[in-house]
């Protein structure tokens, strides 16, 4: 009998429909938004049935909370790929700076849909467990890469203060709202003079 799951065609093969219903729900939203997201049509581009997202994600919530995960995943991966050896506070800080911004320009229906809190659970746990893990790598920076775990409470405004000060230049400038002169957010000057204003230096490491 050939199942959902066992059929073969070009979107997946057994065991791979989870990531093929991704992948198509990514193409959806890449060309319709989050408001314009579409279960069902996600379903169709992954040659299944309507039906067939509800035994993997539940409702389309949960679709969309997945790709969020894997979204916030992805941007992990990315921060922590830079090299940060032989820089100090304030290049390490910028060098990842530059990274995230890098990313949101790269995946902007992504970077759009991992802060739409009201689309999806955003307290699960794998979800919670990725962006403690964005903010982890941030903190790290500034702390130092052999510091400690990630701190809780008053030790994390500092890391809070420059992720939202990135993390706002990015919305801004990827909307088109502040130095519409640059192309592209990655080449304009004014985030590394914004990172400059703030008081970056080494924290204690206990």
């Known amino acids: 009998m050939v199942t959902e799951e066992s059929r073969t065609g070009d979107r997946y093969h057994h065991g791979n429909l989870r990531a093929a219903l991704l992948d198509s729900a990514l193409e959806v939203l890449t060309e319709s938004g989050v408001a314009g997201f579409s279960m069902r049509e996600a379903a169709r581009r992954a040659g299944v049935s309507q039906s067939a997202p509800k035994h993997h994600f539940g409702d389309t919530g949960g679709l969309l909370g997945a790709l969020a995960t894997r979204a916030y995943r992805q941007l992990c991966e990315r921060l922590e790929a830079v090299e940060l050896s032989g820089r100090d506070v304030r290049e390490r800080v910028a060098a990842l700076a530059l990274e995230y911004v890098a990313f949101a320009r790269d995946n902007r229906a992504l970077f759009d849909l991992m802060w739409r809190m009201t689309?999806?659970?955003?307290?699960?746990?794998?979800?919670?467990?990725?962006?403690?893990?964005?903010?982890?790598?941030?903190?790290?920076?500034?702390?130092?890469?052999?510091?400690?775990?990630?701190?809780?409470?008053?030790?994390?405004?500092?890391?809070?203060a420059v992720w939202s000060l990135v993390h706002g230049y990015t919305t801004l400038a990827l909307e088109g709202a502040i130095d519409e002169e640059a192309a592209d957010p990655l080449t304009s000057d004014l985030l590394p003079a914004m990172l400059r204003l703030v008081d970056v230096h080494p924290r204690d490491r206990r």
């Open 119 to 160: 689309q999806f659970d955003y307290n699960d746990p794998e979800l919670a467990e990725q962006k403690h893990r964005a903010l982890g790598a941030l903190d790290r920076v500034l702390r130092g890469t052999d510091a400690a775990q990630t701190a809780e409470g008053a030790a994390l405004v500092q890391s809070y």
